[in-house]
């Protein structure tokens, strides 16, 4: 199974909010970031992951619509349970 690794670490200097490391299904997120804006940053670096081909405004859309719809959702990083499996098998 892909999994994707998110390091979180100060990206001030770099004027940015994440970067997608392509190829090595790693994303970086800048530490200081949290609630909506935290969720809108890995899903759209998740997004460059997974879809390398599409342009940064089709990211930017696509990570906006799953941010927006999770968040009305009320999906917050607060719970941890994982104790249901995945649609693949996984936990």
């Known amino acids: 199974m892909r999994k994707i690794k998110i390091i979180f670490k100060k990206l001030g200097r770099n004027k940015a909010y994440g970067f997608a490391n392509l190829g090595y299904d ?3 997120v800048d530490s200081r970031l949290k609630g909506k804006k935290l969720l809108e940053i890995i899903l759209h670096e998740t ?9 940064e405004e089709e990211v930017i859309k696509k990570s906006i619509i799953l941010t927006n719809t999770l968040w009305s959702q009320g999906y917050r990083k607060i719970d941890d349970d994982n104790s249901l499996a995945m649609q693949d098998g996984s936990i």
Not at 47 to 55: C, D, G, Q, S
Request: no cysteine; net charge negative; hydrophobic share 35%.
């Open 26 to 28: 790693e994303i970086e």
């Open 47 to 55: 997004t460059h992951i997974l879809f390398p081909e599409e342009t």
